[in-house]
């Protein structure tokens, strides 16, 4: 089944301890994606990435890391969370970015 | 820049009665317009697209989306609402790397 592939679910952690929430895609997408949604603002992308190797900030990178070293993997690091980075995250994955997306569940984070 | 606007935070209908939820957009080129729904506890789920072509696009589950050049909207559609197409809808704009999307808009279809 094609799918996109994110870990933990649910995470509770606390302030200033890393964590990495992982993505993966088996489509053989090369465009891959990180977003967080708040209520009242929608989807906003943190980063995204055109192919291996190559990654470029989106609207809120502030506080996030990413890596592309594979095609199907994209995971999100948060080097040193805050209680603001409290959100739903999602990994979407696209053949090309106008294709239109496939999400993963969601990554519900919750930082004390 | 590009952004779409959905003016209904909430859209209230009965069984068996149409549907529409709005988008307004503003791109500049030709644009690249996007419907997504998202269930409870769920990621959001791709319905349709419009890139070029007819101005009434197809999608899945019985949606379909109108594209109006003149009045810049894209609104999602549907003849006939059902109990289960109650969700969380969501327009977009791509054409870019940093697609955007609109702050949703929550549908209740009731029985």
């Known amino acids: 089944e094609a799918q996109v592939t994110q870990n933990p679910r649910y995470l509770i952690t606390v302030t200033g301890k890393k964590l990495t929430v992982t993505c993966s895609q088996n489509?053989?997408?090369?465009?891959m994606s990180w977003y967080r949604q708040d209520p009242g603002l929608g989807l906003r992308q943190i980063y995204y990435?055109?192919?291996?190797?190559?990654?470029d900030k989106g609207d809120v990178p502030e506080g996030y890391k990413v890596s592309r070293k594979e095609k199907r993997n994209f995971p999100l690091i948060l080097e040193s969370p805050s209680p603001n980075q409290t959100s739903l995250y999602f990994c979407?994955?696209?053949?090309?970015?106008?294709?239109?997306?496939?999400f993963g569940s969601g990554t519900r984070l919750t930082v004390v | 820049a590009q952004s779409v606007a959905q003016p209904e935070d909430q859209v209230n209908v009965a069984e068996g009665n149409p549907l529409t939820v709005k988008c307004t957009y503003s791109?500049?080129?030709?644009?690249?317009l996007f419907w997504y729904v998202q269930y409870p506890n769920r990621g959001l789920q791709f319905l349709l697209k419009?890139?070029?072509?007819?101005?009434l696009v197809k999608g899945s589950y019985g949606f379909e989306a109108e594209f109006n050049k003149s009045q810049t909207s894209f609104h999602l559609k549907k003849p006939s609402a059902l109990v289960s197409d109650s969700a969380l809808y969501f327009c977009?704009?791509?054409?870019?790397?940093?697609?955007?999307f609109g702050r949703g808009t929550s549908l209740i279809v009731h029985p």
């Open positions: 979407a994955s696209s053949f090309k970015a106008n294709y239109g997306y496939t």
């Open positions: 489509m053989n997408h090369e465009y």
């Open positions: 990435s055109m192919n291996v190797e190559v990654t």
């Open positions: 791109v500049s080129g030709n644009p690249y």
């Open positions: 419009y890139i070029t072509g007819d101005n």
């Open positions: 977009a704009t791509g054409g870019s790397y940093i697609p955007t």
